[in-house]
């Protein structure tokens, strides 16, 4: 419908995939989102997620626009299911690829090797879509990406996460707004300029990865560093507890907030623990949801 836009979930989880029974309700797959908006295909991020909604745009019939894919970063989360993306392999799809470019990271090699021997047979010839590379400065202020019919993206760089950074994004449609904030740890809350970059936003993905236990490795805080971080803290990991989005979405007075990026090692209970924890911080808290498809209208 005009004026709305559709985001789904296809993959939520951090770090690994986990299929299995503890993950059945929540889903397995790595970090993966598809908007759609205005006739536009837009998707954050490329791990395994990315596969289930390169068949659901395989199957759709009509014009055939350009599919953008922006990634946060390239861990292996987060690109691992490019080479099983289906319209890569369709002649008539085209794909932009858009991706952090810091000088010498070397970013677009990376990627094209997730096509090559020795871990891929497919080549580069083997890619049949009109495939462009889109580096993005890895810097803040970089200019709006107009997609047409009203749909902007937008990037800001968050340095928390070892060792380049990721992008944050935010998408624009009909005047409502998406951000999708993950892989960032911010103990103290965001900075004024990721702040404002996020203020306002009707729904806010926000990496959720750890449990309070967790990050904190279980110790109570005591006197000094030592004390204070005892070994197993996930401190500097370069991801958020559940508090650290809850904390983030109240500071950046978001409509609805999405925890997301969830440890592979937490069981579907535990996430629905996690988020009555994060209730208390922020009520309209919710869990993403693998296959689930949210509408933003205005
Ligand atoms: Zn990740
Ligand atoms: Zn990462």
Redesign the pocket.
Known sequence: MKGEFVLTFFGVR?SYPVPGNMTRRYGGNTSSLLLEAGGRSVILDAGTGIIQAGRRLSTRRGTRRPIHIFL??L?S??IMGLPFFAPMFDPKAEIVLHYPESRGSGSRQALEALFLPPYSPITLQGIKARLRFEPLAARNGAAVIDLGAGLEVAHARHDS?PRLG?LIYRVRFAGGRLVYA??VESPAGFSGAIHDFIAGADLLVHDAQYSEMDYFGGGAPGAGEAARWPAGSRRGF??STVSMAARNAAACRVKRLYLFHYDPRYSDGQLDEMLALARREFRRTFLAQEGKSITIRR
């Open positions: 951090g946060t970063h861990h989360d987060h996460h990721v993950t892989d370069g991801h």
